[in-house]
């Protein structure tokens, strides 16, 4: 399912500079430590994938606070994210300067009722969509990665998305690390 570029094809994308996304990335591109970025892609999902799929239900839904959300609802805010950042690059990487709006991630976490849903369907969903994302990004060439739009009121460049997709997914897995396997 994830076919990760051959060393003709692949290219090193270097870490995006400051300035080239919002402060509030920080935490997101700064999570993200290795040099090939489509490797780590396909390795953070394994990681996050053998995480959440060796624990049990009680846990899966367990809630650390009031308020606060499940693994389910973790996992599903991920795959959320992911595809809003997919989004956001391709349109930036077709040149649209459309302004695009950011979402709000609690009625987004609301709405998919993630707590319903079977840990291994969720899973399936993140590999998809880890797919997706690294094919897209696999066919931009290098230029497109120094693209940029608008989001959530910020400027961001391509390559800055990609980044904060990888660091996104970790910061939550460090999340779930802390916050729930006590």
């Given at each position: ?118 840990v291994n369907d969720l899973v399936r969903e ?57």
């Amino acid at each position: 399912m994830f076919i990760l570029p051959n060393q003709q094809n692949r290219q090193m994308i270097s870490r995006p500079p400051s300035g080239s996304y919002p402060a509030s990335m920080n935490t997101y591109i700064e999570s993200v430590k290795g040099d090939n970025i489509f490797e780590e892609l396909l390795s953070s999902y394994m990681e996050t994938m053998e995480l959440v799929t060796s624990l049990d239900p009680e846990t899966l839904h367990y809630r650390y606070a009031e308020g606060k959300w499940t693994i389910l609802d973790i996992l599903q805010h991920i795959i959320d994210t992911e595809r809003i950042f997919n989004y956001r690059a391709l349109r930036f990487a077709r040149k649209d300067r459309t302004i695009l709006h950011g979402f709000e991630q609690d009625e987004y976490v609301t709405a998919a009722q993630a707590t319903l849903r079977d840990v291994n369907d969720l899973v399936r969903e993140l590999s998809l969509v880890r797919a997706n994302t690294i094919e897209l990004f696999k066919s931009f060439r290098p230029e497109i990665f120094d693209f940029e739009g608008i989001a959530n009121a910020n400027t961001i460049t391509v390559k800055a998305i990609l980044f904060a997709i990888l660091g996104h997914e970790i910061h939550h897995r460090i999340i779930i690390e802390k916050r729930y396997l006590i």
